[in-house]
């Protein structure tokens, strides 16, 4: 169940999808007695197995939540909560005013009613028997330990010494304390996940959908969700007994910072923790109600690698979900089985890809595929590390290879560098099992990469799992993440925006000490230099052109955002896209805009680029178009 601010013309029909959703899981209870739903009759179960109780206590309590507020009101005790909870948490009200409102309501507002909860801690407590509740987990300050466990009891951190607990030097350690509590430097925020997947199949048209994977593998060809993939076949070839059940759940896991709060110029990043599952539709399992929130991982800054000290609970849980699995009832099938699960990949940006696999994404071997081979120059008036030879994973017989003058000056030869094996890189992370991982400078230590000849910062947690090692693909990249950058790069190259363009003073000398494009290298005019104009940049009749495009586009509603909003037609410039918005112009409005506008083979460029993130963000993908 989930909470959406919607608009009022939208009430009625959430409400039908709520009570419609509530009735399905109380036929599951009632299976030979759907309409008797008023709590008189007893459990009646022919040929099925009867729930287990923590399944009945579940639907009892959807069931005796949907009475309505008082006679004749549209809107049950469930739904009436919930929204008051969702209003208290958007208001930022205390616990004393949301039980102060309850008062009201009861007894002056709403006298008659006696089923809503006469307090806050009232109200939480029946929102915990529904399983909506999370664990609070005390973390070091400086994310080096959590106070978790045989810790748990701990006033101080194991690895670098600060105090669980804020205090004021000024007044007093004593006074520095909620509701007579000590507060906690960092808490965080972990949801249990065995219930929420046990949850999924309390509904019988839920339970049916986790199965849909099943023998649904297309073989034209085509790939349509993950089980069309080859790492969802290898899996099942590795692990037969685990594939023998389709119930058994398959997950994704995506974590990256954000700013919560309004007022951006706060420095504060959050990290949420957040599970995909894989066996509903493809239409489904990316939908934002079926998303699984895991853990709220504290800022005020990101947990770099020590984000693997906060995922130990979530690894410790699907530790156990592999090894023992949790009874579960199906109410398609009406019967007990071992739910089991299994974590197939990461998904995630660049940087929190260092953070979760533990490759520093950095320096001059930040390629986490190349490794060792990675092909990198360091560009002296940039002052930045350069990633070259991408040609080597062309044909031999490719004629870009022999092309020198559009690209470094020289003929490439080289084969591309051959992945390493899972053996190899278990290696080389053995001398770094129990390292350090804390943000306290004092505390923290890394291994020098010049004297191991790597870029490996720590063992990543997530090979604790059993079957981490033996996953075809471990980690995937964030498509949008990178067609914002590729798109922000673009536009502010094409268009010469100051401090966005690529092409600067100093990329230009750096070109000259390269030794290529030499139509490009600055010009000396006395102290100064005179940068010659660039085929792939806007003229100012060009650059207005491109804006009023933007400026006058019509979309359909829902397509994008109001990129107007985005374009400067005074000072021809263009500022705040959204990532969404950098998708929609880079795979669709790009081609379009630069109609008629730069070089053709500049335009025949970007046209190619803009093709390719169109056909790899597809909803079903060509694997001939892939290769």
């Known amino acids: 169940m989930s909470l959406r601010t919607q608009s009022d013309g939208d009430d009625d029909v959430e409400e039908n999808e709520n009570d419609n959703e509530v009735f399905d899981i109380l036929r599951d209870l009632y299976p030979n007695n759907l309409d008797d739903i008023d709590g008189s009759s007893s459990y009646i179960f022919n040929d099925v197995e009867e729930p287990n109780m923590a399944t009945k206590k579940f639907y009892n309590l959807m069931k005796d939540s949907q009475d309505p507020v008082y006679e004749g009101c549209k809107s049950s005790k469930m739904s009436a909560l919930l929204k008051l909870l969702h209003i208290k948490t958007l208001g930022r009200w205390s616990n004393e005013s949301f039980t102060m409102l309850l008062d009201f309501l009861k007894k002056e507002l709403l006298p008659k009613v006696s089923n809503l909860p006469d307090s806050y ?8 028997d529904l399983g909506l509740s999370y664990e609070k987990i005390d973390a070091c300050v400086n994310d080096c330990m959590l106070y978790w466990k045989e810790n748990e009891s701990l006033d101080s951190c194991n690895i670098c010494g600060a105090s669980r607990w804020k205090s004021n030097k000024h007044i007093g350690e004593d006074k520095c304390k909620k509701n007579g509590k000590k507060i906690p430097h960092k808490t965080l925020r972990y949801f249990p996940l065995k219930p929420r997947l046990q949850r999924l199949f309390m509904c019988s048209k839920t339970a049916s959908l986790m199965t849909w994977h099943h023998g649904k593998k297309k073989k034209d060809g085509t790939m349509r969700h993950p089980v069309d993939g080859l790492a969802w076949e290898s899996f099942d070839k590795e692990f037969p007994n685990f594939a023998s059940d389709p119930r058994n759940v398959r997950l994704g896991l995506a974590s990256d910072g954000f700013q919560p709060f309004a007022n951006s110029k706060t420095p504060y990043s959050i990290w949420p923790v957040v599970l995909i599952p894989y066996n509903l539709p493809p239409e489904l399992c990316m939908k934002q109600s079926n998303l699984i929130l895991s853990m709220l991982i504290p800022g005020p800054k990101g947990p770099g690698d020590a ?49 979760l696999s533990g490759w520093s994404t950095k320096g001059y071997l930040a390629c986490p595929c190349c490794q060792k081979d990675t092909r990198s120059e360091w560009l002296s008036h940039g002052g930045k590390e350069c990633y070259m030879g991408h040609r080597c994973y062309l044909p031999m017989n490719h004629r870009w290879r022999k092309d020198k003058d559009s690209f470094d000056g020289k003929v490439e030869r ?116 005179k940068l010659p104009p660039a085929p792939f940049t806007f003229s100012a009749s060009e650059k207005k052109t491109f804006c009023n495009f933007l400026k006058e586009l019509k979309v359909l509603d829902g397509f994008s955002s109001n990129i107007s909003y985005c374009v400067n037609l005074k000072d021809s410039k263009i500022s705040g896209l959204k990532s969404h918005d950098c998708h929609v112009i880079l795979e669709h409005l790009l081609p379009l805009a630069i109609r008629g506008l730069l070089t053709p083979l500049v335009r025949e460029a970007l046209t190619e680029l803009s093709m390719y993130f169109t056909l790899l963000c597809a909803k079903v993908l060509n694997v001939e178009e892939l290769n």
């Not at 699995?325 to 998904?347: C, K, P, Y």
């Open 121 to 128: 801690y009232e109200a939480k407590k029946t929102i915990k």
């Open 307 to 355: 984000i693997d000290i906060y995922l130990q609970p979530l690894i410790e849980e699907l530790r156990d979900l592999w090894d023992n699995g949790v009874e579960t009832f199906d109410a398609s099938a009406q019967n007990h089985f071992n739910l089991r699960a299994s974590l197939m990949w990461t998904i995630n940006d660049f940087p929190a890809y260092a953070m």
């Open 414 to 529: 080289s084969l591309p560098p051959k992945p390493c094996s899972i053996d190899e890189i278990l290696h080389q992370l053995e001398d770094l099992e129990n390292i350090v991982l804390s943000n306290d400078p004092q505390v923290k230590k890394k291994i020098k990469h010049d004297l191991r000849g790597d870029n490996w910062n720590k063992k990543s947690i997530l090979f604790k799992l059993p079957y981490w090692k033996a996953q075809l693909l471990r980690h995937n990249l964030d498509v949008m993440h990178i067609e914002k950058n590729i798109c922000d790069s673009i536009l502010g190259t094409i268009m010469n925006i100051n401090g966005k363009t690529k092409d600067t003073l100093k990329s230009r000398l750096d070109l000259k000490a390269m030794g290529v494009r030499s139509t490009l290298h600055p010009i000396e005019d006395g102290d100064k230099f």
